[in-house]
């Protein structure tokens, strides 16, 4: 068996990988986390292969969640949950059992499976979860960096956030992409801080960095270019959506609401109506620099 250790965002883990694995597990986007032997992980997962599925302990099937892929299949099984994911809503391509707490999980996947698909979306899973407590959020969006500040665009499937990122990294000066899908934000007393993680989406975007999290926008299509500040309720609901939780929860979903209450004293927060051009880029950095 193998273990190596990754440290995102000051929260250490583990990832146990048997010998026909060790070679062959996509585990690239995780390298510049790589960290020393850790005493306490926040959580271990244990790699395993099963070609049958329904040969492993599964619990009562509760939902299968999410409206897209990827699909998120929930069981109970006692007292603990185990997790399926796929990419359509036939059958979990992979399934997680986890133990009470989630510190110890084991990831059983075919041997012909996208390991890469299970393993990213088992670690985000266990990440959000064992985090939530910490005043740290796992956010759905796009980062920019300029300079010491960060800047978060939110929104759904198909919004553009992605699109808007590039806009800043064409048109505004010395910018750079932190992460394009799943950054870290840890909120202090003084400020939030954003970091990079080794899930980026489809962008292949793993930097070990961070920055202070400066503003947060959240964007909408339209046939012009509209920007407007947002406060409390509607700042908190602009972000809360975007976080990764289980809803069902109740100690998951206080952390991640206390986390995201506390970001609402720190960092501004935009809604941007616009359209996919220069105009936009400008328009929305001019307004939230200042």
């Known amino acids: 068996m193998n273990t190596i250790y990754y440290t995102v965002a000051g929260h250490s883990f583990a990832v146990v990988l048997p010998d026909e694995l060790a070679d ?162 840890r909120v202090f007393d003084d400020k939030a801080v954003v970091y990079g993680s080794p899930w980026s989406g489809k962008t292949p975007c793993y930097r070990n960095e961070q920055a202070t999290l400066r503003a947060v926008v959240r964007l909408s299509q339209a046939p012009f270019n509209k920007i407007t500040a947002l406060r409390n309720v509607q700042a908190y609901a602009s972000l809360m959506p975007a976080c990764s939780c289980m809803k069902w929860n109740r100690e998951m979903a206080d952390g991640v609401h206390r986390s995201v209450e506390k970001s609402l004293r720190v960092v501004s927060f935009y809604h941007l109506e616009c359209l996919p051009d220069a105009e936009a880029a400008h328009l929305c950095f001019d307004t939230v620099s200042r």
């Open 24 to 185: 062959t597990m996509p585990l690239k986007p995780y390298e510049p986390f790589l960290c020393e032997c850790v005493s306490s992980p926040l959580f271990v997962l244990e790699v395993k292969l099963a070609d049958n599925l329904s040969d492993c302990n599964v619990g009562d099937l509760l939902q299968c969640m999410n409206e897209e892929a990827p699909y998120i299949w929930v069981y109970r099984n006692g007292d603990t949950y185990d997790f399926g994911f796929s990419n359509t809503r036939k059958n979990p391509e992979c399934l997680l059992h986890t133990s009470s707490g989630y510190s110890q999980n084991i990831l059983y996947i075919p041997s012909q499976g996208n390991a890469e698909f299970a393993l990213n979306n088992s670690l985000m899973l266990l990440y959000a979860f064992t985090t939530a407590a910490s005043d740290t959020l796992l956010v759905h969006a796009s980062v920019i960096r300029k300079g010491d500040y960060a800047y978060m665009f939110l929104g759904k499937s198909g919004t553009g956030k992605s699109t808007h990122s590039r806009l800043w990294l064409q048109h505004v000066e010395d910018c750079e992409l932190l992460n394009d899908d799943n950054p870290v934000i």
